[in-house]
Every structure is written in structure tokens, then in C-alpha cells.
């Protein structure tokens, strides 16, 4: 959606992107508007899912995404083509059933976060006053996260739209930006479970940090870096075996003959360079994870905004400003070799120990046993947190 609320007119010049329809375009503004118009549900979504990733209760946000994916699945089906008595509102309709699919995944966590067990265990009905002080721990820890991840989307979109997108010239079939996005798909594919096990790690050295054992968010982290590489490791395997295979199904519906052959050769290709740098995603994605756990964002942010920029942004242009015969791989060169960058910075910072000594939160003045199990957990009937952690 952010891609295509910025596809304007304007904007299409200034970093090459491909030129669409007029009526491709006036559907893209319509269904970006429309969600950003929920972007709010999006994001208290996000935000209430990290206080359940933080109590170690994972099952809670699994739980509200499938139930969301099931209402945006039958509602976008209703709301395009009008069935069961729906109003037929075509792109506009999928629009909005996401934006409501959006309110049901906030709504089930935000119920249970207010139900009785949480209230009487952790005052979550009662503590809602705003606390400058703790507005402040937020923003001091997350300002850099947020401008890390903010930063990595723009410039995978100009990197995607502008770089990959311009070698397919105006008059011809588009081969390069499907192929790219193609690729991209499988990415995402690779990437997100992994994320997923970042989270984890987050969560895990937060509390082994907060009971005062760097030595045991070492071992976690490392374990959770093997679990990422095996994962993204068979991921790599998979692109370079069935490369073919996996390009075809995504063809698109109207491609000619030799459009098609080109956009498979590319695309087969692409996912090589993407095998290349699975491993060091996997590095990357979990470290960084352990150190946003242990509240070390700030270097971590740093080093991601200098590397985008140096490396997939700068370098994607000198490959297609001096090495235009690579064509569109050549700008995929520069980001594998921006996410091997990213994985061998992001190794040291962890490895130097400079996170151990950072604070989240200020330290109580009576210690606290973290991995005993709260009034909530045994009611719940929940095992401490972290298990054979003596």
C-alpha cells in the first residue's frame, strides 16, 4: 500500500518508477487512502501484540491474526464481487475489508487485555494514566527501531520501483519489476518466520537482562540463530533447487511467450542472489532482535540507516549507472551484499558485550525473581517463562 499511495505522476520521474494506467493509478490512490484512513487499527494491533510477545503469550497474537486473515478473506470476497447480499464495491471493498479485519485483530488481544485475570494480576484496567516518565523509556528505546524499520521500506522501495522497475523501458512487455517482485514475494516468505523467532529472542533476553544473566541471553540468542539458519538455510536450498519451478506459478496471466521465458530466467536468477544472503538474514534479523531485547536500539538503528543507504541505495545506483549490462541483477547484487554488511555489524556490536550494560528500564531497588511464575501465570495454569533457567 505504501508503494502505491506514492505511484503518483509526480513521483514517478524523480525515481524512474514504471508508468501505469490511468485507471491502475486511480485505483491505487483510492485503495491506499482507505487504508490509511485504518492505519490506526494497524497500529494498535502491532503494539498490543508486543505485550503479549513480552509475557511470553505468542498464542494470543496467532490466535487474533488467523481470526483477522479468515474476516479479510470472506470480506474482501463480499465486498468486491457483491456476494451474499454485500454491497459490490470492486478494489475499494478489499480496501475496507482489510481495514476492518484490522479492528477484529486489535479487538480479541485488547478484549483479553482488559479481562479479569489481567486486571487483577497486572492492574491493566486500572494503570492507564499517562506517566511522562514511562512516555519517555518508550520513545528513548523505540525512537531507533522505528526510523530502522521506516528507513529499510523506503529504501527496498526505491530500490524495487526505481532501480529494478526502470530497466523495463516504455513500449515493451515489463520483465524485470514482475521478475522483482517475484523474487521479493519469496523473501518475505523466508524472512517473516524469522522475524518471528526475532520477537522471540527479544522477549527472552529482555527478561534475562532484567534478572541480571548476559550469560544466559547469550545462549538464547545463539540458539535462536541457529533455529533462523537452519529455517532460512532450507529457504536457500529450496530457491536454488526449484528455482524455475517456484518463478512460473507467478507468471503473469496476459505474458507473452519470450516475456514469460525472460521473466523466468530473471527471476531464477534473483533467487540465487537470494540464497546468497539467506544465511546472513538469518544472523542479521536475530541479533537484531537480541539487541533490541536488551535495549541496545540506537546502534543497531544507526547502522541500518548508513548501510541502506551506502549499500542498496548507493551501490544499486552505481550498478545501474556504470554496469548497465547486468541490468536489473546488478541492483540486486547491492542488496545482497547490504544485508552480508548489515549481519557482520550487527555480529560485532553483539559480540563487543556494549549491551549488557545497557538499562531498559531503572533497576528496581529490591530484586525481583523474573522467571517466577506471576499470580496470572497460575491462575492460568502457565510454567514459568523460561524453563531450566536455575
Known sequence: SATTCWRSRRWRGAFSLSPVSDSVHAMEIAYGRILLLGMIFTITARAISHFFYGLHKPLVVLVSTLVANAVNLALTYALVFGAWGFPQWGIAGAAWATVFASAVEAAIPIILFLSRPYADALGTRSDWRPSLAHIRDILRVGWPGAIMWGNEMLCWWIFMAGFVASFDKPGEPAVHNPAGWIAHQYIILSFMPALGLSIAVSAIVGKCVGMGRPD??????????????????????????????????????DA???????????????????????????LAVTLSGA??????????????????????????????????????????????????ALSLALLFRFQSGAWKSKAVVPTPSAPTNLLAPTPLDAGLGIAPAIPGAE
Open 216 to 253: 544466559l541471553a547469550v545462549q538464547r540468542t545463539w540458539l535462536g540463530v541457529r533455529m533462523a539458519m537452519a529455517y532460512m538455510g532450507l529457504c536457500a536450498l529450496a530457491y536454488i533447487l526449484f528455482r524455475y519451478q517456484l518463478v512460473r506459478p507467478f507468471l503473469p496471466s
Open 256 to 282: 507473452l511467450p519470450e516475456q514469460a521465458d525472460r521473466i523466468v530466467s530473471l527471476g531464477a536468477t534473483m533467487l540465487i542472489l537470494t540464497a546468497c544472503f539467506q544465511l546472513f538474514d538469518a
Open 291 to 340: 539487541l533490541r531485547g536488551a535495549g541496545d536500539t540506537l546502534w543497531p538503528g544507526v547502522a541500518t540507516f548508513l548501510l541502506s543507504w551506502s549499500v542498496i541505495i548507493g551501490g544499486g545506483w552505481l550498478f545501474v549507472r556504470f554496469a548497465p549490462s547486468l541490468e536489473s541483477l546488478g541492483p540486486w547484487i547491492a542488496a545482497a551484499l547490504y544485508i552480508i
